[in-house]
Structure formats: structure tokens, C-alpha cells
């Protein structure tokens, strides 16, 4: 159940940030205190963490989708008038994917070592 929360929060994280990357320049959400290299790149920080959670068995497939994300909503912007994608911020939203994914499958490394999955020879009745 826990990973179906994971799965569910990294998709909606997705989604939210591809809904303020395309809407109006006058609609995005900004935190006026941090720069906004650092804020593209918090924010898919957290998309990476939370799908490498999500889908720990399959972290080339978490990085594909999220890389594709990255650059797809650069490219989609390019369709709006009052928008511009750029090679760019795309690298910085990367970096910041790269950080979350790595961070995400470090602690599921770890997180199996102090509690290793149960293996289905423990549990055999005798």
C-alpha cells in the first residue's frame, strides 16, 4: 500500500509541476526568496526522490520517465506564446532530478539493509 501512495504522489508531483510549468508566466507559483535556478531544481528533487521511491525496481525506467519530463515540458512550453523552454533550465531541472533519484535509491538501499526483505524460504511451515 505504501508503494501505491509513492507511485500516486510521484505522478501528481508530475503533473502539478507540468500544470504550473504551462500555465500563464502570471499563474507559476514563486518563492520569492530563492532563485529560480534553485527552485526548478528543488522542485524536481522532489519528483526524482519520490519516484525512485516509488519504483525502486525499476530505476531506469523512474530515470527515463523523469528525464523525459524534464525536457517534454521545456519543448511544451515553446508551444506557448507567453512562454519560452530553454536548453538551459532543463539542465538545471535535470540536475535536480539526478539529485532526487539518487538520493530515492540510496535510501532504498539502506532501507533494505537495516530491514531486509523477507525472503519466501523463512516463513515455510515445517
Known amino acids: 500500500m505504501t508503494r501505491t501512495i ?3 504522489l510521484a505522478w501528481l508531483a508530475l503533473i502539478g509541476i507540468a500544470i504550473a510549468t504551462l500555465s500563464p ?3 507559476r507559483p514563486r518563492l520569492s526568496m530563492l532563485p529560480v535556478d534553485i527552485e526548478r531544481s528543488a522542485a524536481f528533487v522532489v519528483v526524482g526522490l519520490l519516484f525512485a521511491l516509488a519504483y525502486p525496481r525499476k530505476i531506469w525506467l523512474a530515470l527515463l520517465i523523469v528525464i523525459i519530463g524534464v525536457f517534454g515540458l521545456e519543448w511544451l512550453q515553446e508551444l506557448r506564446p507567453d512562454r519560452h523552454g530553454r536548453f ?5 531541472k535535470s540536475v535536480g532530478a539526478l539529485l532526487g533519484l539518487t538520493a530515492g535509491w540510496v535510501l532504498v538501499r539502506i532501507a533494505e539493509t537495516i530491514f531486509p526483505p523477507l525472503s519466501s524460504d523463512t516463513h515455510r511451515p515445517r
Open 25 to 27: 508566466i502570471g499563474l
Open 6 to 8: 509513492l507511485q500516486a
Open 88 to 92: 538551459s533550465d532543463a539542465m538545471v
